[in-house]
């Protein structure tokens, strides 16, 4: 399903391209994580804002694969009326004064941006994001979710599964799938190799989710440099698919590409499960924001609007796997199952979901939720990660062409020989 959905935003970006050369004023450039979408959603905004303003306008849509890709786009001078940040790219952008307050005037139409359908969780959470502004003016809650082990029943143990060790677990061998996505594998890494220190109450998990110096960037940096040859891949695209053709038994991964992946999974007769290691885990929130120059925003409040209605909530999660922040009991309805074990969402929905059965992989107890933590902005520390990350990743490349390089010696001189023999 997943494959279908990159095609049809391939080919809707493709429509849609060359229709955007005409007035600005009603294009509407919108800049989101890769696979997020449900690709029917778009031509369907532009009627019902046409129907609501009595205005014509054209979505131009783009994705991006990482924070830092949707940062250097900015930097450059993109030209965007709606983007996707993450939580501490939210923090960061808020901090430079990069976003402008989302307006909620939509005049006639529905508003789905009331406190009533936007979860206080997710607003509790967006509130922590600036001291001195209040984030939740400048962003909505898109999708939120968790980060942690996609594994393979068969082959591992739930025991196993979790704690973050199992990265570093040898029984796992060149099975082991790791996001390159690096302050998630950090936020995860700190919690495993500082274990005891947070267990002694010397420091806490909220702590360690700030750039707290050289010595535990050390630290998670020779956790990855000894995993290297037991890790089979650093992935942030193709790691669903080796956990479902069994080319990978472990991945670090988002529970939205989970649930993907078990659903898929399961097809072909492969277990898949994922697990919320007892160290702790980050919980991460995506948002729409608008960026301070965007030359179109009141579509683009519109089109923030739009996607917080209930009815695109629900297709959204149906085919990216992930759940936004909308809590309404239209789609809290929509997700129980009498198949899952019984949950206490009440966090999320309010106390009439204190037990519901609900896909536990979507939407996290109330219990797991407990150990969880976002991260921060590192700020001028930024590019620290950023080059542990890079040399992390170099090593990965540096082994593999000694051999090649000998195998092309070979080859040439085979064709040497050969060519000197008909001569």
Not at 164 to 169: A, Q
Request: net charge negative; proline share 4%; glycine share 6%.
């Amino acid at each position: 399903m997943r494959k279908i959905l990159q095609l049809a935003v391939f080919a809707l970006a493709l429509v849609l391209l060359p229709g955007c050369g005409g007035n600005r004023s009603q294009v509407l450039k919108v800049y989101n994580w890769y696979n997020y979408i449900n690709p029917d959603v778009i031509p369907e905004f532009e009627a019902w804002y046409r129907q609501q303003t009595g205005e014509t306008i054209k979505v131009e849509y783009k994705e991006f694969e990482t924070n830092n890709e949707l940062w250097s786009a900015l930097e450059a001078g993109g030209d965007y009326d709606v983007i996707a940040p993450s939580d501490y790219m939210i923090e960061r952008m808020l901090k430079y004064g990069m976003l402008q307050p989302i307006n909620r005037d939509f005049g006639h139409a529905p508003n789905y941006l009331t406190d009533d359908n936007v979860s206080p969780f997710i607003r509790e959470h967006f509130a922590m994001l600036s001291d001195t502004l209040d984030a939740n003016q400048y962003a909505v809650g898109n999708n939120w979710g968790t980060t942690g082990i996609l594994y393979n029943a068969e082959y591992v143990t739930d025991n196993d599964a979790y704690t973050w060790n199992i990265l570093r677990n040898f029984k796992y061998r060149d099975r082991i799938l790791i996001k390159d996505a690096a302050r998630d594998v950090y936020s995860q890494v700190i919690l495993a190799v500082k274990g005891k220190e947070i267990a002694e109450g010397k420091v806490t998990p909220d702590e360690l989710m700030y750039y707290t110096g050289e010595e535990n960037l050390a630290e998670v940096e020779q956790f990855l440099m000894n995993v290297h040859e037991i890790v089979h891949s650093w992935d942030a695209v193709e790691d669903k698919e080796k956990m479902i053709h069994e080319e990978g038994y472990v991945n670090l991964n988002w529970n939205g590409e989970a649930v993907m992946a078990i659903e898929e999974a399961a097809q072909a007769g492969v277990t898949l499960r994922f697990a919320l290691p007892e160290e702790g885990y980050t919980i991460w929130f995506d948002g729409w924001a608008i960026p301070k120059n965007a030359v179109n925003p009141k579509a683009a409040s519109y089109f923030i609007n739009y996607m917080l209605k209930p009815d695109v909530v629900i297709r959204n999660s149906e085919v990216t796997g992930y759940v936004a922040s909308c809590s309404s009991l239209e789609v809290l309805n929509h997700f129980i199952d009498d198949k899952y074990p019984v949950s206490d969402l009440s966090y999320f929905f309010g106390p009439e979901a204190g037990a519901v059965r609900v896909n536990p992989v979507m939407f996290p107890d109330k219990k797991d939720v407990a150990r969880s933590y976002i991260e921060h902005d590192w700020g001028e520390n930024t590019y620290k990660l950023d080059e542990m990350w890079a040399r992390v990743i170099a090593k990965e490349g540096s082994f593999p062409w000694l051999p090649v390089l000998f195998s092309l010696v070979a080859i040439s001189a085979f064709f040497f020989v050969r060519t000197r023999k008909k001569i």
